[in-house]
């Protein structure tokens, strides 16, 4: 994982709580945003776009973890929490259900450009957060979390798929049509026009017990993306009761997997 071998480390902060970039570093976070802002014209929806304000995010520098959660805790009350690269699915589902968002501070070096296994500081900051300042998707993103902690351990596979199809690779309708909202599309170069572009992936309506039905992988770009009407369309699903419904998934079986897409996948 990550480039030469070895896996990249989440930086430690200062005694102000302050994370240190150097300058290649906040020039790699100045030409991914500067790409991915142009990319994303057109194909992302509004309150991403207001979030991405909101935050201030921009070109100069990587942004401070400490200055995104101000802004964000202003915004919905949520906050961010710097985490290593990869956490437990449980404490994972900790952070979250204490409206905060699990953020790895390292960024991706040159090598990964395109592509990076691990979630990197582009990833959390600029493809999950601006979300997280619009309401409904961010009490949504909590109640995923307590949720996710109080169900059984059979249930959580099938809650991760439903994390991975709205939060990672979720389209919502518009008046303008479909837009990427989840912070898995919104970071990528790639697909993030394969999913708006392509007439090769299958755009279904969301569907919780479709969802829990889907496999999924994160070596290619999605066969399959679902579609909401509403971030209130995802909160009411999260309240709603789904255990009978995952059940009834599991008695159904998986749907059959879709081909992989020929792309090979970048983001």
Same mark, same amino acid.
């Given at each position: 994982?990550?480039?030469?071998?070895?896996?990249?480390?989440?930086?430690?902060?200062?005694?102000?709580?302050?994370?240190?970039?150097?300058?290649?570093?906040?020039?790699?976070?100045?030409?991914?945003?500067?790409?991915?802002?142009?990319?994303?014209?057109? #194909?992302?929806?509004?309150?991403?776009? #207001?979030?991405?304000?909101?935050?201030?995010?921009?070109?100069?520098?990587?942004?401070?973890?400490?200055?995104?959660?101000?802004?964000?805790?202003?915004?919905?009350?949520?906050?961010?929490?710097?985490?290593?690269?990869?956490?437990?699915?449980?404490?994972?589902?900790?952070?979250?259900?204490?409206?905060?968002?699990?953020?790895?501070?390292?960024?991706?070096?040159?090598?990964?450009?395109?592509?990076?296994?691990?979630?990197?500081?582009?990833?959390?900051?600029?493809?999950?957060?601006?979300?997280?300042?619009?309401?409904?998707?961010?009490?949504?993103?909590?109640?995923?979390?307590?949720?996710?902690?109080?169900?059984? #351990?059979?249930?959580?596979?099938?809650?991760?798929?439903?994390?991975?199809?709205?939060?990672?690779?979720?389209?919502?309708?518009?008046?303008?049509?479909?837009?990427?909202?989840?912070?898995?599309?919104?970071?990528?170069?790639?697909?993030?026009?394969?999913?708006?572009?392509?007439?090769?992936?299958?755009?279904?309506?969301?569907?919780?017990?479709?969802?829990?039905?889907?496999?999924?992988?994160?070596?290619?770009?999605?066969?399959?993306?679902?579609?909401?009407?509403?971030?209130?369309?995802?909160?009411?699903?999260?309240?709603?009761?789904?255990?009978?419904?995952?059940?009834?998934?599991?008695?159904?079986?998986?749907?059959?997997?879709?081909?992989?897409?020929?792309?090979?996948?970048?983001?």
């Amino acid at each position: 994982m990550g480039h030469h071998g070895s896996t990249y480390e989440s930086k430690t902060p200062n005694s102000d709580g302050l994370y240190h970039y150097t300058r290649s570093e906040n020039e790699i976070w100045g030409d991914l945003i500067t790409r991915q802002n142009q990319i994303l014209e057109g #194909r992302v929806c509004d309150e991403f776009v #207001r979030g991405r304000e909101i935050l201030g995010l921009n070109n100069r520098k990587v942004p401070q973890l400490k200055e995104v959660s101000e802004r964000l805790f202003e915004a919905t009350g949520f906050g961010v929490e710097s985490v290593p690269a990869v956490i437990p699915p449980k404490d994972f589902f900790g952070i979250l259900a204490n409206r905060r968002f699990p953020a790895a501070t390292f960024i991706r070096v040159r090598e990964d450009f395109d592509y990076i296994k691990e979630p990197d500081v582009f990833h959390e900051i600029y493809g999950h957060c601006p979300m997280l300042t619009n309401q409904s998707f961010a009490d949504y993103v909590q109640e995923y979390g307590k949720l996710a902690l109080s169900v059984e #351990r059979q249930y959580m596979w099938p809650l991760q798929r439903l994390f991975w199809f709205t939060v990672e690779f979720g389209l919502i309708k518009t008046g303008k049509g479909n837009r990427i909202y989840g912070a898995g599309l919104a970071s990528s170069s790639g697909e993030a026009i394969y999913c708006m572009d392509s007439d090769k992936p299958t755009i279904m309506e969301f569907d919780p017990l479709s969802i829990f039905r889907t496999n999924y992988r994160i070596d290619i770009y999605q066969p399959i993306y679902y579609v909401i009407n509403s971030f209130e369309q995802l909160f009411e699903t999260i309240t709603s009761d789904l255990i009978p419904v995952i059940d009834q998934a599991k008695e159904l079986g998986n749907l059959n997997p879709l081909p992989a897409p020929p792309d090979h996948k970048t983001h």
